[in-house]
């Protein structure tokens, strides 16, 4: 089983300052199969990025991904008030079929 | 517009069975396979169950819910469902389904995510 582990737990950061969160393998993943998703307080989480770096539909372009085997990062390069949420990562794998990380909570 | 509704959520005893329901509309349901996700209160995601599309209606499960819940759906209806036996503590949570997408060249499938997620149903168990 491929565990994801996201880091750091929680960024303090301002708005229009630059996040990058971590999302670090314990095996090798496909750069295809990693994905990023926001989620804010009840809310259903949202699709940001795929595989790897590729941005869903109407995500704004200060969201960027990068990263390949073991080792993700999910970049807003200038934070907006909206920004602040909860971010994880996920995998397709073969056992359990898809994991997430924990989550990096990103606060002001 | 594509929407997900969860619906069938509630306050079970330990041992006792709920079925949770997801309608859709704004898609070709049973082009699409789906999921369950599910995040137990103050806590993160964890995935639940998937079941593939029509003619590949394949179905997999975390450990966690193997031999208790079950995944269906109903192409005729554009819904699915989640039934869920002999229900723990643990298993309290908000469950989401969500849409699976994914590009595919015959059986070779890349760049799978989960495009869009119902609202939720909160599932408490407790005595």
Known sequence: EIVLTQSPGTLSLSPGERATLSCRASQSVSSSYLVWYQQKPGQAPRLLIYGASSRATGIPDRFSGSGSGTDFTLTISRLEPEDFAVYYCQQFGSSPRYTFGQGTKLEI | ?127
């Open chain 2, 1 to 127: 517009e594509v929407q997900l509704v969860e619906s069938g959520g509630g306050l079970v005893q330990p041992g006792e069975s709920l079925r949770l329901s997801c309608a859709t509309s704004g898609f070709t349901f049973s082009d699409y396979a789906l999921n369950w996700v599910r995040q137990a209160p103050g806590k993160g995601l964890e995935w639940v169950s998937y079941i593939g599309p029509r003619g590949r209606s394949a179905t997999y499960y975390a450990d966690s819910v193997k031999g208790r819940f079950t995944i269906s759906r109903d192409n005729a209806k554009s819904s699915l469902h989640l039934q869920m036996n002999s229900l723990r503590d643990e298993d309290t949570a908000v469950y989401y389904c969500a849409r699976d997408i994914a590009s595919c060249s015959g059986d070779n499938c890349y760049e799978i995510r989960f495009d869009y997620w119902g609202q939720g149903a909160l599932v408490t168990v407790s005595s």
